[in-house]
């Protein structure tokens, strides 16, 4: 089992590009949750789908942040105009969210540097 | 929503002696409480959790508590390691694993020779 996967694992991007992070979950698992890591924030919930659906997304910044999971074996989370500080590890976790199967699994994180 | 607060942001013990990490939180429906461990670089590694239905849970030389009435919970690690140092991060979730965590901001634990 190859755990979480997340590509990129770094990018920098220029001040108001998009930028496009993906997210393969542990094959069988139907939640899938984004989380950001900052130094001064800490971690951060932004969002989550169980089995494709998109359930919470109480923690994205509205304007500029959207995910998808556009089937069970991947996910994608898009920043557009990316701003400073967007600057952060993001982390994807799965889950296989049954009874108490419940633990997340994060994945390596890709590490975004907007300049 | 929920709060969690982690009361040391560093803790250093000598090897061999108990380490000591405790979180608080604010939501009484909060019934998940797992920890996650961070090494230099590298990402959250999920080391052991409590659900609300027990009161401590042991896993080798870890050990979680949990007291309902105060609101606390706390990760014990007995005989220290040097493999131990790392970030450790408590976190909270309403339901059992298939909800949001909302995690303490980590303590640094130091293992010295």
């Known amino acids: 089992n190859a755990g979480v996967i997340q590509t990129p694992r770094h990018k920098v991007t220029g001040k108001g590009q998009e930028a496009t992070l993906w997210c393969e979950p542990i094959?069988?698992?139907?939640?899938v949750f984004w989380y950001r890591q900052t130094i001064v924030q800490g971690l951060e919930f932004l969002t989550y789908?169980?089995?494709?659906?998109?359930?919470?997304d109480s923690g994205m910044p509205k304007e500029r942040f959207s995910a998808q999971m556009p089937n069970q074996s991947h996910s994608t989370l898009k920043i557009q105009s990316t701003q400073p500080q967007d600057s952060a590890v993001y982390l994807c976790?799965?889950?296989?969210?049954?009874?108490?199967?419940?633990?997340?699994?994060f994945g390596p994180g890709t590490r975004l540097l907007v300049l | 929503g929920e709060k969690v607060e982690q009361h040391e942001s560093t803790l250093s013990v000598r090897e061999g002696d108990s380490a000591v990490i405790n979180c608080t939180y604010t939501d009484t429906a909060s019934s998940y409480f797992p920890w996650y461990k961070q090494e230099a670089g590298k990402s959250l590694h999920f080391v052991i959790d409590i659900r609300s239905n027990v009161d401590r849970k042991q896993s080798q030389r870890l050990i979680v508590l949990l007291d309902k009435k105060a609101k606390r919970f706390s990760l014990h690690i007995t005989a220290t390691q040097p493999e131990d140092s790392a970030i450790y991060f408590c976190a909270a979730s309403y339901t059992e694993g298939a909800d949001r965590l909302t995690f303490g901001k980590g303590t640094q634990l130091i293992i010295q020779p």
């Open positions: 976790a799965s889950s296989l969210a049954l009874g108490d199967q419940d633990t997340q699994y």
């Open positions: 789908f169980r089995n494709q659906a998109p359930i919470d």
């Open positions: 094959s069988g698992h139907s939640a």
